[in-house]
């Protein structure tokens, strides 16, 4: 739908192209978006639940671990339902609003952000356990756990208000179809017949703070960690330590190393089905493997989700 004016046509609704590429092959490929999403829902509600029902895991590395499972259900259910209409539905599924677009928009990166923030509250948590492990409970309390969470919910909240008010500024017309699955900046700006220039050193300055803050902080906790380990004699106990952290690294490593990547450039124009794939990474199988890496990697964890399918299966004999 369109309005039209003597000068130009106002676009308001946009068309997603998403993988337009694998007509052919479309139910195979819904299938297997599917199959990811409803695995990424069942693998982080099941650590939510036995989080929340195992007294063994009421502790604050789990705390943040169940704010990190909620993130991912609402990173991946912003996107992943509209993109698998437009696999197998009609034209009309593909379609979004102007105001329905910037939405999503604004709430993917408002979670996007907070999961970074998020990462960074949980390398203070490991900084602290490993490093002062007398002071952690004084540290590391409930209240401070809670006051963490609630900081990077309201800072991830309030880091796309700028970037996403300048995108509401500016005009598209013309061409109204968005060559991705969901709506991203770098595609929107392609289609805007604005100058974009302010509207992209926002989009770069913005993600660089929230990237470098958290990075930061991520950084200078496990520097601080390596340095604490190399100095326990005991190889045992160095490696013990070291094992509440694998877990995590490898999902900052993961999230961090696709969102530098993807969101610290100026460009707009740049390989667009390059940029669906990345996209695809982080945004869908990183969510789906989050889950899988702390459960596989942290003993608590796996005993956790052990003992809660064993009393499921005793009570069902």
């Known amino acids: 739908m369109q309005l039209y004016t003597p000068n130009w046509t106002h676009v308001t609704e946009f068309v997603m192209v998403g993988f337009a590429g694998v007509h052919e092959t479309r139910f195979l490929f819904f299938t297997l978006f599917l199959t990811m999403y409803l695995f990424t829902l069942l693998e982080n509600l099941a650590i939510i639940m036995v989080v929340i029902l195992d007294p063994r895991l009421r502790r604050p590395m789990y705390f943040f671990l ?10 991946t259910s912003v996107t992943v339902p509209k993109m698998l209409a437009g696999f ?49 409970g004084a540290l590391v309390s409930w209240g401070t756990c809670i006051r963490l969470a609630g900081a990077c919910w309201l800072v991830g909240f309030l880091t796309p208000m700028l970037p996403i008010y300048l995108m509401s ?8 179809v968005i060559d991705h699955f969901f709506c991203d900046a770098s595609p929107l700006l392609a289609l805007s017949c604005s100058d974009v220039t302010l509207k992209e050193t926002t989009d770069f300055l913005v993600s660089l703070a929230v990237l470098l803050t958290s990075s930061v902080v991520i950084a200078v906790s496990y520097s601080n960690i390596v340095w604490t380990l190399l100095h326990i004699r005991s190889v045992a106990e160095r490696r013990k330590a070291f094992s509440t952290c694998t877990a995590h690294l490898i ?42 890496i702390y459960s596989l990697r942290n003993k608590e964890v796996k005993g956790a989700l052990s003992r809660a399918i064993s009393l499921k299966s005793w009570k069902g004999q």
Do not use: W
């Open 66 to 75: 169940t704010h990190l499972s909620c993130l991912e259900i609402g990173y």
């Open 88 to 136: 197998i539905g009609g034209e009309g599924d593909k379609n979004i609003s102007y105001a329905g677009c910037l939405s999503q928009l604004f709430i993917f990166t408002f979670l996007g952000a907070t999961e970074c923030f998020l990462l960074a509250a949980m390398a203070y948590d490991r900084y602290v356990a490993i490093c002062m492990p007398l002071r952690y």
């Open 169 to 176: 500024q500016l005009t598209f017309c013309g061409s109204n």
């Open 251 to 292: 999902v900052v490593s993961l999230f961090y190393g696709t969102l530098f990547f993807m969101y610290v450039r100026t460009k707009v124009a740049s390989s667009i089905n390059f940029n669906k794939v990345v996209s695809v990474f982080y945004s869908i199988v990183t969510p789906m493997l989050n889950p899988l």
